[in-house]
Structures are given as C-alpha cells and as structure tokens.
C-alpha cells in the first residue's frame, strides 16, 4: 500500500481537493481524499513534491498512430479534399507504415500523459506497438469503400483480421467506417450490423465540402472520387446532413464517436446528445487540414458529451494532449475548465468503454496517475492545466501498466 500527496488532486469526479492524497494498493486506487494528518492507517507515505496536482491519466479519443512517419511531411491545407490529396500522395511513396514511427509516437504520446487512445488504423500496424507499451487502445480498423461489390464480404474479411490478432485484454478492437463520402451507403450498413456493442468511430461533419456532397451530390469529394476510380452512378446524394445519414444508416447510437463534427448545426448536435452519441473534437488537426476551427463552445451547450483527440502528426505538430487543451480552452472561454478537463479524462474513457477502468480517480480504478509540476503561487489548478503543459512537466506516479490489471 502507498499513499501519494500533492499540492492538488483532481480526482474529476469530484472537485479538485487541495492538499490532497491518494491511496494505492496493487496497482488499484483504494482511496483520496484532503489532509493526511492524524492518518492511523500506517500505510507507508510516499510524498512526492509538494508543489503538484494529481490526476488521470489523459484519453486521446482520436488519433491514428500508423501515420506518425508523416510527421511535418503534409503541409497545411486551404482546404481538407486538398490537404487530403497531399497525404494520399505520400502514403502511396511506402510499402508501409514505417513501426519505428510508430513505437515513438506512443513513447510520445505516454510521456505527455496518455493512458488511452483510441485509435485509427487501415492495416492494423499499431497493434504490436501498443501490444509493447503501456497504452491502452480501442484499436478501430477502418473500412474505406465507396463501391464496395460486398460490403457483407468486406466486413467479414475485416473480421478475420482481428480475429488473427493475440487477443489482449487493454486492446479493443473494432470495425469502423472512414466517412460518409468514403464508404457507401451499403458498407454503412453492414458494419452498423456486425457492430454488435463495440464502439465505433466515423470521422464526421468534418468539411464544408462533405454538407456539399451529402446535399448535392457535387463538390470536391465527387471530384476525387472520380479521379480514384471509386466513383459509381449508382450512388445518389440523400439530400441529407451528416449526422440524418448515418442516422439512415443505423450508425447513430450511444457507442457512436462522431469525430471532428466541425460543420454540424445545433439541430444535429442536439441529435447526437439525445441519441448518447459522443463528439470527438481536434481542434489543431482541424486547423491543419483546412477543415475550419471547430465550434466548441456549442459542443458543450448541446449537451452532447465530448471527448478530445489529437488525430494523426500528420496534421498536428506532437501528440500532447495539453497543447489540445490550450486551443480549446482558447476557442471555448465560457466553458468551465472542469468540463474541458473531464473531457481529456472521464469522457473519453466512457466513450471507448474503458469508464470502468480509467477516467478518474474512484475506488477500484486503474492507478494511472500522472503528476503535473505547478508554479508554486498556482491558485486555479484547473485553469492552470489548460493553459499548455509541456512533457517535461508531466511525471507517471505508478508503474502499474494495463498488463498488471486483473
């Protein structure tokens, strides 16, 4: 048994506890709570610099790890089907995703205090690198197919592959959709159906030139679609926004991640909330791509639950979720940090299903417990934590990985 001190815990649950502590015992959180003294439990005091707060582990809700090799390789773009271009590009120069890029992005992503991603992969190349790390993942494997002949057969051949993977217990894997410009109204369906209660993941909303596509049937993506050969006349525009297709599609659900939803209106938030879907908001890559800055503080007043991703380096200059938080508190300033912080934390960790395991510090949780050095006139934690922390001040408390866990 330890008990860890510091200055601040946030155990997210609850408000941040001054002068806090935290009980471990095999690697589990037995308890927290504000001042250990006149303490009888004679439990050994480990008391780490007085001048910290305490909190979970960070959930990077999106990313996509097999693109890490991409790293300032994919410059900004006026607009996303052009920044997108730019990346097919380059990823058609390799064979495949380099693994060594992929080893330092969760070396990287850990050391600025990640416990959780979920993320996106077409080759399913991240899963021996997170198998070796001490990352948890919902691992999605991405269906892309715009005139699938057989979504049915393609699911199942996705299927197949994850059911070759060596099963372990802090990686989830599930099949997923790219986006509803990418994958045909057919393959929507037939994944929707095999989902079962995995969670999944569809990039969504996320450029002007999808609301274009899925209204008209015109634009950028048509452009591209044609030009890849994938294009089918087959396929007719349901006059429809993002969140009314794959609604139409049996995707709208309470496992749903509806990620970046940058063009989405109130009404269509507001169809996510009420359904318990979650948004997946990453502001920088958004930025990057020529997708437009995502409307945040609208995301928090429709009441949908939002989670926060960093997505790939190709689109984002590190994987440190701090950096994420600094954008979004700029873009959301009327939003509680409590709320922002919680959706670094407990919300992404509901929403990839590891709630029960990993969010925030309770009784029967994982110990995966960052430290953050505070300036010692720090009076609002958690304002302070929004405002950039860099790796450097950022130090895990336990060593219980998720391979420790029962």
Same mark, same amino acid.
């Given at each position: 048994?330890?008990?860890?001190? @510091? #200055?601040? !815990?946030?155990?997210?649950?609850?408000?941040?506890?001054? *002068?806090?502590?935290?009980?471990?015992?095999?690697?589990?959180?037995?308890? $927290?709570?504000?001042?250990?003294?006149?303490?009888?439990?004679?439990?050994?005091?480990?008391?780490?610099?007085?001048?910290?707060?305490?909190?979970?582990?960070?959930? *990077?809700?999106?990313?996509?790890?097999?693109?890490?090799?991409?790293?300032?390789?994919?410059?900004?773009?006026?607009?996303?089907?052009?920044?997108?271009?730019?990346?097919?590009?380059?990823?058609?120069?390799?064979? #495949?995703?380099?693994?060594?890029?992929?080893?330092? &992005?969760? #070396? +990287?992503?850990?050391?600025?205090?990640?416990?959780?991603?979920?993320?996106?992969?077409?080759?399913? @190349?991240?899963?021996?690198?997170?198998?070796?790390?001490?990352?948890?993942?919902?691992?999605?494997?991405?269906?892309?197919?715009?005139? @699938?002949?057989?979504?049915?057969?393609?699911?199942?051949?996705?299927?197949?592959?994850?059911?070759?993977?060596?099963?372990?217990?802090?990686?989830?894997?599930?099949? %997923?959709?790219? &986006?509803?410009?990418? %994958?045909?109204?057919?393959?929507?369906?037939?994944?929707?159906?095999? @989902?079962?209660?995995?969670?999944?993941?569809?990039?969504?909303?996320?450029?002007?030139?999808?609301?274009?596509? =899925?209204?008209?049937?015109?634009?950028?993506?048509?452009?591209?679609?044609?030009?890849?050969?994938?294009?089918?006349?087959?396929? /007719?525009?349901?006059?429809?926004?993002? %969140?009314?297709?794959?609604?139409?599609?049996?995707?709208?659900?309470?496992?749903?991640?509806?990620?970046? $939803?940058?063009?989405?209106?109130?009404? +269509?938030?507001?169809?996510?909330?009420?359904?318990?879907?979650?948004?997946?908001? $990453?502001?920088?890559? *958004?930025?990057?791509?020529?997708?437009?800055?995502?409307?945040?503080?609208?995301?928090?007043?429709?009441? !949908?639950?939002? &989670?926060?991703?960093?997505?790939?380096?190709?689109?984002?200059?590190?994987?440190?979720?701090?950096?994420? =938080? /600094?954008?979004?508190?700029?873009?959301?300033?009327?939003?509680?940090?409590?709320?922002?912080?919680?959706? &670094?934390?407990?919300?992404?960790?509901?929403?990839?299903?590891?709630?029960?395991?990993?969010?925030?510090?309770?009784?029967?949780? #994982?110990?995966?417990?960052?430290? %953050?050095?505070?300036?010692?006139?720090?009076?609002?934690?958690?304002?302070?934590?929004?405002?950039?922390?860099?790796?450097?001040?950022?130090?895990?408390?336990?060593? $219980?990985?998720?391979?420790?866990?029962?």
């Amino acid at each position: 048994m330890s008990i860890l001190r @510091a #200055r601040w !815990v946030l155990p997210i649950s609850q408000p941040p506890i001054e *002068n806090g502590w935290v009980e471990i015992q095999d690697g589990r959180i037995i308890a $927290c709570g504000a001042d250990l003294q006149g303490d009888q439990s004679g439990a050994r005091r480990d008391a780490p610099p007085p001048s910290i707060a305490i909190l979970p582990g960070l959930v *990077n809700a999106h990313t996509h790890l097999e693109l890490s090799w991409m790293r300032d390789r994919v410059p900004p773009g006026a607009t996303m089907p052009e920044w997108v271009e730019r990346l097919m590009a380059l990823r058609r120069t390799v064979d #495949r995703d380099p693994p060594e890029a992929i080893h330092e &992005a969760i #070396r +990287e992503a850990r050391a600025a205090g990640t416990t959780l991603v979920g993320d996106i992969t077409n080759t399913l @190349a991240s899963y021996e690198p997170l198998a070796d790390s001490a990352l948890s993942a919902a691992v999605f494997r991405e269906l892309l197919g715009f005139s @699938a002949a057989d979504p049915a057969a393609t699911v199942a051949a996705a299927r197949a592959e994850i059911e070759a993977l060596t099963p372990i217990a802090w990686l989830r894997p599930s099949i %997923v959709p790219h &986006a509803p410009y990418s %994958v045909s109204p057919g393959l929507l369906r037939a994944i929707a159906g095999a @989902a079962g209660a995995s969670t999944v993941s569809i990039h969504l909303g996320e450029s002007s030139e999808e609301v274009e596509f =899925l209204r008209h049937g015109r634009g950028a993506w048509r452009g591209m679609l044609a030009r890849l050969g994938v294009w089918t006349d087959e396929w /007719k525009a349901p006059a429809a926004g993002p %969140v009314g297709y794959i609604a139409a599609n049996g995707l709208l659900t309470d496992r749903l991640l509806a990620v970046h $939803c940058v063009q989405l209106t109130d009404v +269509e938030l507001q169809a996510l909330a009420a359904a318990g879907a979650t948004v997946v908001t $990453c502001p920088r890559s *958004n930025r990057w791509t020529g997708a437009g800055l995502p409307p945040v503080e609208r995301f928090y007043a429709s009441g !949908v639950r939002v &989670a926060i991703g960093t997505d790939s380096l190709s689109s984002v200059e590190d994987l440190n979720l701090f950096s994420e =938080l /600094k954008l979004i508190r700029d873009l959301a300033p009327a939003v509680p940090p409590r709320e922002i912080l919680a959706s &670094a934390t407990t919300h992404g960790a509901d929403a990839l299903g590891f709630g029960d395991e990993l969010g925030t510090i309770q009784p029967g949780k #994982r110990a995966e417990l960052i430290a %953050v050095r505070l300036p010692s006139e720090t009076v609002d934690v958690e304002e302070y934590l929004l405002s950039g922390i860099e790796p450097s001040d950022v130090t895990w408390l336990s060593a $219980c990985g998720p391979r420790e866990a029962p």
